[in-house]
């Protein structure tokens, strides 16, 4: 038996190294000395740590003002858009209407669109409402791309509760508000969480939107400020990553928080529906 699970328990230490090595190198970089980030040795365990990459990110700019600027947009994206895809799942899911078919085909469609190719059409209509540099203009734009792979995927798991449950909640005295939120709400949480992961890394890591539809420096998140260490005197190496680093712990924090729920939801949903 150990024999059987040795091939692939050793592939899959290959595979979880490869991926883990970039997020490792990246945070040894970001502690190894100005001089040595550019060195043609490489060096896999700095020393001595360094936290000078680290102070330089941090105090560049107005670093904390561009944090809560990212967890405004970030948050409401996810609340917004779980909010609107339950109802639409269950819609979706539980009852049959005309322009279903046509509406999960739109859904399936649309996320095969690529972002760049928005980006025009959706400035030019934030635009003409004077939504441009308006932060509330950007947390709509994410909708394009956030909403459909919500509702299509949380669809999965409204399929994946059995009817009769919600059935035998109405028949006990709880309404329809009542079965969704003591039945399917509970049993809908590993969707809620994997979809909720999702929406979160969309609209954290996005650069393309935010810095074409914010022109106010105090409207920037943190993917922009990004990029603010590339000026006309050069890129600081150092700073610039230690800033990467800085800004990927949010989501490895998240997604070390709820890994199981995720596992667990992404499985489910993958045979639902």
Request: net charge positive; with cysteine.
């Amino acid at each position: 038996m150990r024999n059987k699970r040795a091939v692939p328990n050793t592939i899959a230490v290959l595979v979880s190294l490869v991926v883990i090595f970039p997020v490792y190198w990246m945070f040894a970089t970001a502690l190894k000395q100005p001089g040595k980030i550019l060195s043609a040795t490489p060096e896999f365990i700095p020393w001595p740590i360094s936290l000078d990459n680290f102070h330089t990110a941090l105090t560049h700019g107005s670093f904390l003002h561009y944090v809560r600027n990212s967890l405004l947009v970030s948050v409401s994206t996810v609340l917004i858009a779980l909010v609107v895809a339950l109802g639409a799942s269950i819609a979706l899911a539980r009852f049959r209407f005309l322009g279903r078919r046509a509406f999960l085909i739109g859904l399936v469609l649309v996320q095969m669109v690529p972002g760049s190719a928005m980006v025009i059409p959706l400035y030019l209509m934030l635009r003409s409402v004077g939504a441009i540099d308006f932060v509330p203009g950007l947390i709509i734009t994410y909708m394009t791309f956030v909403l459909p792979f919500t509702i299509w995927t949380l669809r999965g798991f409204v399929h994946g509760i059995p009817l009769e449950l919600e059935e035998a909640a109405m028949v006990d005295g709880c309404g329809r508000f009542g079965a969704f939120w003591h039945i399917q709400l509970p049993l809908l949480a590993p969707g809620i969480v994997a979809t909720s992961i999702f929406a979160f890394i969309s609209a954290w890591d996005d650069y393309l939107f935010a810095y074409v539809f914010l022109k106010s420096q105090s409207n920037y998140t943190l993917p922009v400020w990004l990029v603010s260490f590339q000026t006309s005197d050069g890129i600081d190496n150092g700073a610039t990553i230690a800033a990467s680093a800085i800004f990927s712990l949010p989501v490895l924090v998240v997604f070390l928080l709820v890994q199981r729920r995720l596992v667990g939801g992404m499985t489910s949903g993958a045979v639902k529906g």
